[in-house]
C-alpha cells in the first residue's frame, strides 16, 4: 500500500480556476510553480513517485545536488523524466519512505531491478541514465553492496569521461555572459558539472576503500565548479536572476551562513576527496618502494615498459620506520586539518534560523537551506575524522615490514610500552601473557576484505601503530566525540550512509585503546592515570556504538555491526569490570 506523503503543500498564491490536474493534462511552458506543484500533489504524479522525490530532495539534495529543484519537479509532472531514473531515486529513499509513511516496499527487488535495466542505457547513455548510475552507485553503498559499488562507481566514472564532461570547459569561454547562452543550455551544463563532480567523489572514495587508482585522470579534469548562486536550490525560483554564476573560494563564513548556498558545502567535499588522492597515491609509492616485488622481475629496466616509478624521499633503503620521516606524509596530515579548520562550525549555522522540511513548496528557502546547510558541515567533519585515521593506521613498522604485517595480533613484540601525548597507552604497548589469536585474526581479515582493501585490512587490525600518530588517532576521537555532543540535536535520520564507516573506524581505534588500557592495568592497577584514560575511552566507545547501532533503520550497517562483535565490542563496551583482562 501506499500512504499518503507526510508532507503538506502551502496555499500558494495565484489563479488556478480551471487548471486541469487529470493524469492527461497539458502544462503550458509558462506555467508558474504553483501551477507546478498543484499538478504534482494531483492524482497526475503517482504518489510512490511524489514520495521517493520529496524525500529525495530533503534528506538526498545536500549530499548529491546533481538536480535543480524547479526543472526536476516541473519534467516530473510532465512525464519527463526517464522511468529508470524515477525508480532508481525510489530505491535509493526507499527507507526514509517506509519510515515517514509506513508503506512496505521490496528494497532488495527494486534495486535489483535498478541494476538489470542499467545494462540496457549503455550504449546511448542521456543525463538522466548518468545520475540513474550514480544514485545506484551510492544506494550500493549506503546497502554495504560493496563489489555493486566499486563496479557502478567505475561505471559513472567511464560515462562522464566517454561524454567528455571530464573536458566541459575546455572549449567553452567561462567568462561568458548569460547572453551567450540560453537558460535551459546553462542548467544543462551546470547539471553535467555538477554530476561530475559527483561522481569524482564516488570514484575518489572508492579508490581510498579498495587501494586502487582513480578511474578518472585528475591530469584530464577540466571542468568547473558549481555555481554558488542560491537561488538554484529554491523549489519556487524556475530561474535565478544572475547567470552564470561562479564559485568564490574566498567567501566568508558569514556570507556562507546568510546565504546558505548548498554549493560550498558539496565543493567541500570535493576539496578532501582531492587530499584523499594525495594520500592514496603517496601511500602507494611508499608501499611500491617497500616491496620485494619492485627488484624482482615484474620491474625491470632493461623493458621500457616496466621500469620501477621514481622512490619517495626518503628512500625506504634508509630504515625509515616513521612515515613522519617522509615531508610529503607530514604535509597530507597538514592539509586534512588545515581542511577541518576551514569548515563552518555546524553549530554555528544553527545560530541562525534553520529548520527542517515540512512544506514542500519552502524546499531551498532560506531556512531551510541552512538546516540543510547545518546537516552537511556536521557530516564533513565526521568525514575528517575517518581520512585521518585511515592516513594514520599507515604509520607502523608492520607497514615497511610485510613479514610484521603477517603476524598475529597479541604476539608479544619486543617494543617497551610508552606514554605519549594524551595517549597514555600506546598502540604498539605489548599485551602482558598475551595469546595469539591466529583463528580470530583471520575470520577478521576475512571479513574486512569483503569491503577494504589489504593495506587498510592491516591498519584496522594493526597493534603498532607508532606513539604519535596513535596520539593523534586519539585527539582526533574524542575531539570527534565533542562534536557529536554540540550536535546532539540533529536527527540521526540526517546522517548519510558514510556516516557509519566514520564511526567504525573510530570504534576500532577505541577497542585497541580500551584492551591496552585494561593490560596496563592489570599491571599497575593503582594508576589513576590509566582508570581515567580508559574510563574516557570506554565512554566514546558506548556512545558511538549506540549511534552506530542507531543508523540501522536507515541504512544497512549490519556488515559493519557483525565486524564489531567480532571484535568483541559490546563486551568491551558494557563490561561491569571496566578493569577486567578482556582480550580481543
Known amino acids: 500500500p501506499v500512504a499518503p506523503s507526510p508532507y503538506v503543500v502551502a496555499p500558494l498564491q495565484g489563479p488556478d480556476a480551471g487548471l486541469d490536474v487529470g493524469p492527461g493534462a497539458r502544462l503550458s511552458p509558462g506555467a508558474g510553480m504553483d501551477d507546478v506543484l498543484r499538478l504534482f500533489f494531483s492524482e497526475r504524479v503517482a504518489a510512490d513517485t511524489r514520495n521517493a522525490v520529496i524525500s529525495y530532495f530533503d534528506y538526498f539534495y545536500g549530499r548529491i545536488p546533481i538536480f535543480h529543484p524547479a526543472s526536476f519537479v516541473r519534467r516530473i509532472v510532465m512525464g519527463d523524466v526517464d522511468p529508470l531514473l524515477v525508480d532508481t531515486m525510489k530505491a535509493y529513499t526507499a527507507r526514509v519512505v517506509m519510515r515517514q509513511t509506513g508503506c512496505t ?58 561524454l567528455g564532461w571530464h573536458t566541459l570547459d575546455l572549449q567553452l569561454d567561462t567568462s561568458a555572459d548569460s547572453q551567450n547562452v540560453t537558460w535551459d543550455e546553462w542548467v544543462q551544463l551546470e547539471i553535467k558539472r555538477r554530476t561530475f563532480w559527483a561522481v569524482y567523489q564516488l570514484d575518489s572514495y572508492q579508490s581510498m576503500m579498495a587501494d586502487r587508482p582513480l578511474t578518472i585522470d585528475p591530469a584530464r579534469i ?26 568564490n573560494p574566498a567567501v566568508a563564513r558569514d556570507t556562507v551562513v546568510r546565504t546558505a548556498a548548498l554549493s ?68 597530507i596530515h597538514d592539509a586534512l586539518v588545515a581542511w577541518r579548520d576551514r569548515l563552518v562550525p555546524a553549530e554555528l549555522v544553527a545560530k541562525s534560523p534553520c529548520t527542517p522540511l515540512t512544506d514542500f513548496s519552502s524546499f531551498g528557502s532560506t531556512e531551510n537551506r541552512r538546516f540543510t546547510m547545518r546537516v552537511r558541515y ?14 594514520h593506521f599507515a604509520n607502523r613498522p608492520s607497514f615497511f615490514d610485510p613479514v610484521l604485517a603477517a603476524r598475529p595480533r597479541d604476539t608479544p613484540t619486543s617494543r617497551e610500552p610508552s606514554v605519549h601525548s594524551t595517549a597514555s597507552v600506546s598502540a604498539s604497548s605489548p599485551t602482558p601473557a598475551s595469546t595469539p589469536v591466529c583463528e580470530e585474526d583471520s575470520v577478521l581479515r576475512s571479513l574486512l576484505s569483503a569491503v577494504f582493501s589489504e593495506m587498510l585490512n592491516d591498519g584496522y587490525l594493526a597493534d603498532d601503530i607508532v606513539d604519535e600518530s596513535w596520539a593523534i588517532c586519539l585527539d582526533e576521537i574524542f575531539s570527534m566525540v565533542d562534536h557529536l555532543d554540540r550536535n546532539s540535536d540533529i536527527p540521526i535520520d540526517r546522517c548519510d550512509a558514510s556516516i557509519s564507516f566514520c564511526l567504525f573506524t573510530s570504534i576500532t581505534v577505541l577497542i585497541r585503546h580500551v584492551k591496552k588500557c585494561r593490560s596496563r592495568l592489570a599491571v599497575d592497577p593503582a594508576s589513576a592515570h590509566l582508570k581515567t ?52
Not at 545506484?136 to 546497502?143: I, K, Q, T, Y
Not at 577540466?222 to 564559485?247: C, E, F, K, M, N
Request: charged share 20%; proline share 6%.
Open 105 to 162: 516496499i521490496d528494497v532488495d527487488a527494486l534495486t535489483t531491478s535498478v541494476r538489470r535495466r542499467l545494462l540496457t542505457g549503455l550504449d546511448r547513455p542521456t543525463i538522466d541514465y548518468v545520475r540513474a548510475v550514480v544514485l545506484a552507485s551510492a544506494l550500493s553503498g549506503g546497502e554495504s553492496k560493496f563489489t555493486s559499488y566499486n563496479s557502478l562507481a567505475c561505471l559513472a566514472s567511464s560515462l562522464v569521461t566517454r
Open 222 to 247: 577540466y571542468i568547473a565548479t558549481p555555481g554558488s548562486d542560491h537561488t538554484w536550490d529554491d523549489i519556487t525560483v524556475p530561474q535565478i536572476l544572475h547567470w552564470p554564476t561562479r564559485h
Open 264 to 331: 560550498y558545502t558539496f565543493i567541500e567535499l570535493c576539496n578532501i576527496m582531492h587530499i584523499v588522492c594525495r594520500m592514496n597515491d603517496f601511500l602507494w609509492s611508499v608501499k611500491l618502494s617497500i616491496s620485494a616485488r619492485i627488484r624482482g622481475p615484474a620491474r625491470t629496466p632493461d623493458i621500457p615498459f616496466l621500469r620501477p616509478p621514481p622512490r619517495p624521499q626518503p628512500d625506504a633503503a634508509d630504515s625509515v620506520r616513521s612515515l613522519f620521516d617522509y615531508p610529503e606524509y607530514r604535509r
Open 378 to 391: 556536521f557530516c564533513l567533519r565526521c568525514y575528517h575524522t575517518a581520512i585521518l585515521l585511515l592516513l
Open 533 to 584: 584514560d580508559l574510563e574516557r575511552s570506554t565512554s566514546a566507545l558506548r556512545r558511538m556504538w549506540s549511534m552506530l547501532k542507531d543508523l540501522g533503520f536507515i541504512w544497512s550497517v549490519k556488515g559493519m555491526e557483525h565486524l564489531l562483535r567480532s571484535m568483541q565490542v559490546e563486551e568491551i563496551a558494557n563490561a561491569a569490570d571496566l578493569f577486567s583482562g578482556l582480550s580481543l
